[in-house]
């Protein structure tokens, strides 16, 4: 059976969109490609926290995303979940070592936008000054 050029390409790219499922790196990227995941991590970064005192540092978090999130992450070994038994029930979450292994990496991208961010937003103006002038 012959194919054409468009088939083939087609074809590469099925296989190749097919192999991205089981990529480790594409996997983590899509959990911690949330800026609820990050802003919680980060906030975790002191110690363990109930669930209030996390509202309270990540401005804008609903309580159902914050539920969401830290579910997440506790299924993903990221964070883990420690109930103690009062009136009324306490509830604390923390980083896992796991969790605190990846930290490192999340600083560090936030330690870079906070260092680039001018820079790519002046690439940003003079990339979109460049299409407006020429019509691109």
């Not at 980060?42 to 309270?56: T, Y």
Request: hydrophobic fraction near 40%.
């Amino acid at each position: 059976m012959t194919f054409t050029a468009e088939q083939k390409r087609l074809a590469a790219q099925e296989a190749y969109n097919g192999g991205l499922a089981h990529c480790p790196a594409r996997q983590l990227l899509e959990t911690i490609s949330s800026k609820w995941v990050t802003l919680v991590m980060l906030a975790l970064a002191d110690g363990p926290q109930r669930h209030s005192e996390l509202r309270r540092q990540i401005p804008g978090a609903s309580q159902k995303m914050l539920t969401s999130t830290l579910r997440a992450l506790e299924r993903d070994g990221l964070v883990s979940r420690l109930v103690t038994v009062s009136v009324p029930v306490r509830t604390d979450y923390e980083l896992t070592p796991r969790g605190h292994s990846l930290l490192g990496v999340l600083i560090g991208l936030k330690d870079w936008a906070e260092e680039n961010m001018d820079g790519v937003a002046h690439a940003r103006m003079e990339y979109d000054r460049h299409r407006l002038e020429f019509g691109e």
